[in-house]
């Protein structure tokens, strides 16, 4: 058990020490890809395609983007409306917050994202539920 | 008895897995714990069980068995979300004392102690997965009822009652950013083995505070690797109990399966000591 603690001690430490959750992430090239492949998936989902239907998906896409470099401390702004405002007019459940996530952890996954660095992003979303989540 | 039950469960997985399962992400309604409330292995967790929404209702079964040296138990039940604000369970664990039995007990050795346990759930605080700005916990409080079929033997070994209520606060967190977990759970208590052996006893009758803990470190998105403690009384005046602690690891390799597997220190329990050995739970949702 005392090893145990050692290894999650090292583990944290080493996160600790990392130079930049951007850079780590694979940078704008792979936050790119990512956003670009996410969009897709989500208009292809039975769950969630409705919301998309009248969205502007370039600049959607553009907007997440920024998002997504913004929140992982890149050298970005986001430009884009508050979340409030943004999902404001759409019908949007807890459960839609939740298929987002596993789309956007899916997308992840398949541009071979570490998972601590899945978890860095995904914590710095999560907390938009409150502004996203309007049922 | 498990393997049918585990059959069964697996057919009925299979069914339901034609319905659309969405709801909450992979494994943050936890597991089945011993007595069937959502949580670890061995102890209650503030998360509510199922993956249901906050507009939605979930269920899962789970049949979970562990064998030490000397005893096996055998558990099953069945964990109801209601809308991620209320969970309630219902769990039949069973105890099997195995050579004990015949050896110290006047039974035979098929004879197992059962106890029944009805479990409810109430989040009153927090989302202890969506709200990654505060390390602020999810608060639960639960309650475990536990009726102990066995009445006449548990007294005779020592027990002031076969019948007795659990109430604790779970309080619970993912914090992403570490890819880690946490639980503490507070538990008042007079269960002797968590009521295997009845309830309070020559040596206290009194409630008690226990302490239980949880960590676990998300390996990937769908394997978390962790230990538990569950601190335990002591009211028996015959016999030793001792803490139990754990090494789990828990899979969820589709959204309505999970399988979760450790390995348990379980110390003395009654004649035996040093129990430790393997815990195995299969859940699967709806």
């Known amino acids: 058990m005392k090893k145990n603690i050692l290894i999650l001690s090292l583990i944290f430490a080493f996160s600790a020490l990392s130079a930049s ?20 998936k989500l208009q292809a989902n ?12 370039e600049r959607f896409k553009s907007k997440l983007a ?19 405002r943004a999902h404001k007019g759409h019908d949007i459940k807890a459960s839609h917050f939740y298929k987002l996530v596993e789309v956007l952890q899916e997308t992840m996954r398949e541009n071979n994202v570490s998972l601590r660095m ?16 309007n049922h | 008895m498990l393997k049918r039950a585990i059959i069964g ?4 997985g299979t069914t339901f897995q034609a319905s659309a399962m969405s709801g909450k992400l992979l494994l943050t309604g936890g597991v089945s714990q011993l007595e069937g ?47 991620n604000l209320v969970e309630l369970s219902y769990s039949q664990q069973v105890f099997y004392t195995q050579e004990v039995s015949s050896a110290n007990l006047g ?61 604790y606060v779970s309080f619970s967190k993912i914090i992403l950013n570490q890819s880690f977990l946490y639980n503490l759970t507070l538990r008042s208590t007079k269960a002797n083995q968590t009521g295997f052996l009845g309830f309070g006893g020559g040596e206290n009758d009194e409630r008690e505070i226990m302490t239980e803990m949880s960590f676990g470190y998300l390996l990937r998105h769908n394997l978390v690797l962790g230990m538990e403690y569950r ?10 109990e001792e803490d139990w602690k754990d090494i789990y690891l828990a899979w969820a390799p589709t959204k309505n399966i999970s399988l979760t597997t450790a390995y348990v220190d379980l110390g003395n329990i009654a004649v035996k000591d040093n129990q430790s050995g393997i815990y195995t739970s299969l859940q699967v949702g709806f």
């Open chain 2, 9 to 12: 469960i697996v057919v009925l």
């Open chain 2, 37 to 83: 409330s959502g949580g670890g292995g061995l102890t209650p967790w503030a998360f509510i069980g199922s993956y249901a929404t906050r507009d939605e209702y979930g269920a899962n079964f789970h049949a979970t068995e562990v064998r030490t040296q000397d005893y096996t138990v055998k558990a099953q039940g069945l964990t109801v979300g209601i809308k």
């Open chain 2, 231 to 240: 601190n335990k009384p002591n009211n028996l005046t015959n016999f030793e």
């Open chain 1, 46 to 57: 039975e769950q969630m395609k409705s919301f998309f239907v009248e969205s502007d998906m």
């Open chain 1, 66 to 84: 920024e998002q997504f470099c913004a929140e992982l401390g890149g050298p970005c702004k986001y430009t884009g409306q508050n979340m409030k």
């Open chain 2, 107 to 167: 039974k035979n050795d098929q004879f197992g102690i059962q106890q029944d346990t009805i479990g409810l759930k109430f989040k009153v605080y927090g989302d202890g997965v969506l709200d990654q700005q505060t390390w602020i916990p999810q608060i639960s409080v639960g309650v475990q009822r536990k009726e102990n079929h066995e009445e006449d033997l548990v007294e005779a070994l020592g027990a002031e009652d076969h019948i007795g209520v659990d109430y």
């Open chain 1, 118 to 133: 899945q978890n860095k992003l995904l914590a710095k979303l999560a907390p938009m539920n409150k502004d996203v989540i």
């Open chain 1, 21 to 40: 959750d951007f850079e780590d992430f694979g940078g704008m090239k792979k936050i790119n890809k990512i956003v670009n492949e996410f969009s897709v």
